[in-house]
């Protein structure tokens, strides 16, 4: 019986292995590594603000119909776009405490917003991201505006108070409307006083 023979032109396992693990030793260096991963962060982050994601929530899409509509007569498309933050009077809340609701209540939309409608967002901060507070009578006027500014496509986000301050847990203190064109965000708060 002939006994395997190896080829010295042929390298061993142990050998390939050493090899195969010098060659990514190298391609993990950090002046390589780095380099590629910030690379990669900058063309994903591209890739992903150039085109809009779907939405997986059950919220109807913003700007439909009636107000695409609206968008098309009243202007070109470079209109300035504005947010209304709608605080409620009837709480008493102080000054600083409606500063914080109000910060929720932007933040609230923009989070969804980057979810359903991006290229809004970057029309709105092309425009500065205009915010305008105003102030309502009670939770009865809240839902009506609330009501009116999702007929007509505007997005909105009402802010639930968690209650370890100045105002019970649960009260719906501040609604953002928009951000969307001002002419249509005027159809339904421009009579609001400002706060």
Same mark, same amino acid.
């Given at each position: 019986?002939w006994a395997p023979t190896r080829n010295s032109s042929q390298p061993s396992n142990k050998k390939l292995q050493k090899q195969g693990s010098a060659l990514l @030793?190298?391609?993990?260096?950090?002046?390589?590594?780095?380099?590629?991963?910030?690379?990669?962060?900058?063309? @994903?982050?591209?890739?992903?603000?150039?085109?809009? &994601?779907?939405?997986?929530?059950?919220?109807?899409?913003?700007?439909? @119909?009636? /107000?695409?509509?609206?968008?098309?007569?009243?202007?070109?498309?470079?209109?300035?776009?504005?947010?209304?933050?709608?605080?409620?009077?009837?709480?008493?809340?102080?000054?600083?405490?409606?500063?914080?609701?109000?910060?929720?209540?932007?933040? @609230?939309?923009?989070?969804?917003?980057?979810?359903?409608?991006?290229?809004?967002?970057?029309?709105?901060?092309?425009?500065?991201?205009?915010?305008?507070?105003?102030?309502?009578?009670?939770?009865?006027?809240?839902?009506?505006?609330?009501?009116?500014?999702?007929?007509?496509?505007?997005? &909105?986000?009402?802010?639930?108070?968690?209650?370890?301050?100045?105002?019970?847990?649960?009260?719906?203190?501040?609604?953002?409307?928009?951000?969307?064109?001002?002419?249509?965000?005027?159809?339904?708060?421009?009579? /609001?006083?400002?706060?």
């Amino acid at each position: 019986m002939w006994a395997p023979t190896r080829n010295s032109s042929q390298p061993s396992n142990k050998k390939l292995q050493k090899q195969g693990s010098a060659l990514l @030793g190298v391609s993990f260096k950090p002046e390589n590594f780095i380099p590629g991963l910030v690379i990669g962060f900058i063309l @994903g982050l591209f890739l992903d603000l150039s085109k809009p &994601t779907k939405t997986l929530s059950k919220k109807k899409n913003f700007l439909p @119909g009636k /107000l695409r509509e609206l968008d098309l007569v009243s202007s070109n498309a470079d209109q300035d776009l504005k947010m209304v933050l709608v605080v409620r009077q009837d709480l008493k809340m102080k000054a600083g405490k409606i500063a914080s609701q109000c910060a929720h209540a932007a933040t @609230g939309i923009y989070a969804e917003l980057m979810h359903s409608d991006r290229s809004l967002l970057r029309e709105w901060e092309d425009c500065g991201q205009p915010k305008i507070v105003v102030s309502c009578r009670n939770q009865q006027e809240m839902n009506k505006l609330r009501d009116a500014a999702e007929d007509i496509g505007l997005p &909105t986000f009402v802010v639930a108070d968690a209650g370890r301050t100045q105002v019970s847990a649960g009260s719906k203190t501040v609604l953002a409307i928009g951000p969307g064109p001002k002419v249509v965000v005027d159809s339904v708060t421009g009579k /609001l006083n400002l706060l």
